[in-house]
């Protein structure tokens, strides 16, 4: 092996046993505060929704609460996921072709400026007011979704073996309190500019009811989301690139060292010979060393790569796809949930300002005892027990939840009540919300978390963040059809039962059955995927293996080198 190969496997050596440091707090903290922004914009849309209905597009005639047209209500919450989508293939490619750092500011700077945007959509009615609100949360979601590779990729490669796990997730576990935040900062507008705006119910007064200044809490809820992102901005432009993809990609390990004794405080015992020969010595074997490797390293297209990482990357992106269409699918018996409870009484009850406070009042309970626990529970675990067994636990305790709620249901439910069908009499409600809180408490103590790690050390580190933005992308997919096409499915199967402007459907039982078989789908796809607990990531990805073929290749050409240097002098 030669010197320069030398530092660069002590390098990653010294990474691997490297103890928990200061700064792998900091980085959990400026890459985590990119996945708070994250959630906390995605998830925030569903507590205004109802709002945005209410401001633009009452009808007098329909003497009820306005509501979101269901082309315009999957517009706006979808097309963040489409840019979402997007943005995780573009910066998952980018990320691998001019390195973490150089595009990891970038989305951060890309959120910060759209989420202000989105608070300033322009526009005299609804039409171009949702226009310019969905043009900008899309490229917010184009933003957002470059941040799962990139964060991914980076927390991965600056962790130890011991705790790689934890790290990645608790990067991932600040989604948890961003949503939690999301609610929060709502509940707090709400009750603010309810206190100074005090209205009727809409069956007292249908006018009053909405204040025009209503339209100011959706936009301030927005551009709040801007904050954490933009405090953070600096420190994530001023974190150097990764010693792996510096040593390994860009093939500078002096440099990948030189930047790790800064930020991990460790000393690598090389030497560095000053003199004009040994430098063009050192010059012509990273040369001989560059060249050898591009034998040696395979592309993502290509057989080697399919041999040795097709059922990974199969794996990984089937888990993401099935979880994330249970996942974003919870709109389905979200609302027979929370009226079951009276946590939310009929829209006509309630004033629009009332309505935000107790849909975010709702979600920021469900996110205390479901989504946050969730979370930190596998940050907890996930380096004792492995990732492989909390992703199979977890789709089999939502395949058992789901299929539970299928065929009993509206047992657990109950009835319309006789005095107020907007309530559910009889059933047994305690049961009802424990189904709905475990089946989401063992996502995120599961596949949630798992399918967002696993990919971020499965493969070389010249395709890892391309891999990694090609699952999650799969995982955006999966949550397009969660969200939009299981609302359409779920609707009532009986013509004038369902929604109104929605055609009919199945029904919400079979819709619960077809999101179990997703789930069991899930379930026998993580046997593709290996554990990847406790090891290397080199020794995960094969470039071990790599690197010992690239200084066979690298031997002979210093051994033909020699020889024909001899030869010629003979001449």
């Known amino acids: 092996m030669t010197g320069q190969s030398a530092v660069g496997m002590e390098v990653l050596r010294t990474l691997d046993k490297a103890k928990t440091q200061g700064y792998h707090f900091k980085s959990i903290i400026i890459a985590g505060m990119g996945f708070f922004t994250d959630a906390y914009d995605l998830f925030s849309i569903s507590t205004v929704t109802r709002l945005l209905g209410r401001l633009y597009y009452y ?27 997007l943005g995780q293939l573009f910066f998952g490619w980018a990320g691998d072709k001019f390195g973490r750092k150089k595009v990891y500011g970038i989305t951060l700077l890309l959120m910060i400026l759209t989420s202000i945007a989105s608070g300033l ?26 941040d799962y590779p990139l964060s991914a990729t980076i927390m991965s490669e600056y962790s130890n073996t011991k705790t790689r796990g ?64 933009a405090l953070t901005y600096y420190y994530r432009i001023r974190m150097p690139e990764t010693a792996r993809y510096t040593a390994l990609v860009e093939k ?32 012509h074997q990273a040369a001989a060393e560059r060249e050898a490797d591009k034998k040696v390293q395979y592309k993502l297209f290509s057989h080697e790569f399919l041999r040795r990482h097709g059922y990974q990357l199969l794996g990984c992106t089937v888990c993401w796809f099935m979880l994330d269409v249970a996942f974003y699918s919870q709109n389905l018996f979200q609302k027979d949930i929370f009226s079951a409870v009276g946590w939310i009484p009929a829209a006509k009850k309630m004033s629009a300002l009332e309505e935000v406070f107790k849909i975010s009042r709702a979600q920021a309970l469900i996110a205390l005892v479901s989504t946050v626990p ?120 009986h013509q004038g039962k369902q929604d109104h402007g929605y055609p009919t459907g199945i029904g919400i039982k079979k819709s619960l ?35 010992s ?23």
């Open 374 to 493: 969730g979370y930190w529970v596998t940050v907890a675990l996930i380096d004792r027990i492995g990732r492989w067994w909390i992703q199979l636990n977890g789709f089999f305790m939502m395949t058992l939840f789901m299929l539970v709620l299928t065929f009993d249901y509206y047992n657990l439910r109950g009835d319309p009540c006789p005095a107020d069908s907007s309530k559910y009499c009889g059933g047994n409600h305690l049961a009802f919300i424990a189904m709905y809180a475990l089946t989401f408490f063992f996502a995120n103590f599961g596949p949630n978390s798992t399918t967002f790690i696993v990919p971020a050390e499965l493969f070389p580190a010249r395709l890892r963040s391309t891999c990694h933005g090609i699952s999650a992308a799969s995982g955006k997919a999966g949550a397009i059809v969660g969200a939009f096409g299981f609302l359409y499915a779920s609707q009532n199967e």
């Open 121 to 146: 959509s322009l526009g005299s009615n609804a039409t171009s007011v949702m226009t310019t609100l969905c043009f900008f949360r899309f490229w917010l979601g184009f933003g957002i979704g470059g």
């Open 59 to 85: 009808d007098p005639a329909l003497g009820k609460p306005g509501t979101l047209p269901p082309n315009v209500a999957a517009a706006v919450n979808g097309v963040a996921l489409v840019g979402t989508l």
């Open 166 to 229: 934890a790290f990645i997730g608790a990067v991932f576990a600040m989604q948890g309190f961003g949503i939690l935040s999301g609610a929060t900062v709502a509940i707090i507008l709400s009750s603010a500019f309810n206190a100074a705006y005090h209205r009727p119910a809409f069956q007292v007064d249908q006018i009053r009811s909405t204040p025009p200044q209503a339209d100011y809490v959706w936009r301030l809820l927005f551009m709040f989301g801007a904050l954490p992102a």
């Open 252 to 283: 500078n390990n002096d440099q990948a060292a030189r930047d790790m004794e800064k930020v991990l405080h460790v000393q690598f015992q090389t030497k560095h010979d000053d003199s004009s020969v040994a430098m063009g010595v050192q010059k």
């Open 549 to 571: 073929n690239g200084a066979v290749e690298k031997t002979k050409a210093e051994n033909l080198n020699r020889h024909g240097t001899v030869s010629l002098s003979a001449r």
């Open 513 to 547: 059955l077809v999101l179990a078989v997703c789930n069991a789908i899930g379930f026998f796809f993580t046997f593709f995927v290996p554990e990847t607990n406790g090891k290397s990531l080199e020794e995960l990805s094969g470039e071990n293996e790599e690197e």
